[in-house]
């Protein structure tokens, strides 16, 4: 695996009536998040909030590409949510719990991504979809991690289409491109030649 920076996901599935929901594509979504997978796992490490709709996936890419899931990912877990983690979160040593901020959740999602986006250092990250926690990362990671390349995909729609237009420097035609594996490869500057770190026989 490359010894470059790592690379951040920040997806979510918006909520009714919350921020993002009404233009949210769910099939455009998870086609972005599988070809997202399909570009970084392997190449780059691949790190997220430890959000449950996303973590099968990311799973199940593993085992279908034969990459060692435990070497390729690391997911992060504030100790507010101990009681709600997702068994498949836990089901490998590559997680990292962050104490809570004592009854207060968005103190302690601030804590957990502030540790997150500090841990290492980011080459890029990819938005997908999401309503305010997805904002909530893309300016966490802007303050702390600046170096990194911000790409919102626009086409699945919720924030992430808010997001792409504050970014401004993207190229225009992907607001309504769908061809998500290309764009990725060209803006995550990885080769579709580029060798996977592979699971041992």
């Known amino acids: 695996m490359s010894d470059r920076g790592a690379i951040f996901l920040s997806a979510s599935v918006p909520q009714p009536d919350r921020r993002g929901f009404e233009s949210f594509d769910p099939v455009l979504a998870c086609s972005a998040i599988h070809a997202f997978v399909e570009v970084v796992l ?14 099968p996936i990311i799973w199940e890419a593993a085992r279908r590409l034969d990459v060692p899931y435990e070497r390729s990912v690391l997911l992060y877990q504030s100790a507010f949510f101990r009681d709600r983690y997702p068994e498949a979160n836990l089901r490998f040593d590559n997680w990292e719990e962050v104490p809570a901020v004592e ?6 999602l601030a804590r957990m991504r502030a540790r997150m986006f500090s841990d290492r ?14 904002i909530d990362e893309f ?7 600046p ?19 504050r970014v401004g420097s993207l190229p225009s035609e992907m607001r309504t491109r769908t ?5 990725l490869y060209r803006l995550l500057e990885i080769a579709p030649s580029e060798p996977r770190v592979m699971a041992d026989l």
């Open 42 to 55: 392997g190449r780059r490490l691949l790190v997220w909030g430890g959000q449950p709709a996303i973590t």
């Open 103 to 108: 009854g207060d959740m968005h103190a302690s």
């Open 121 to 134: 250092p980011f080459e890029a990250a990819v938005f997908i979809g999401g309503m305010e926690g997805v």
């Open 139 to 145: 300016d966490a990671l802007r303050k702390d991690a």
């Open 147 to 165: 170096g990194a390349r911000l790409i919102p995909l626009p086409a699945p729609g919720g924030v992430s289409r808010e997001l792409f237009e």
């Open 179 to 183: 061809d998500f594996t290309y764009w």
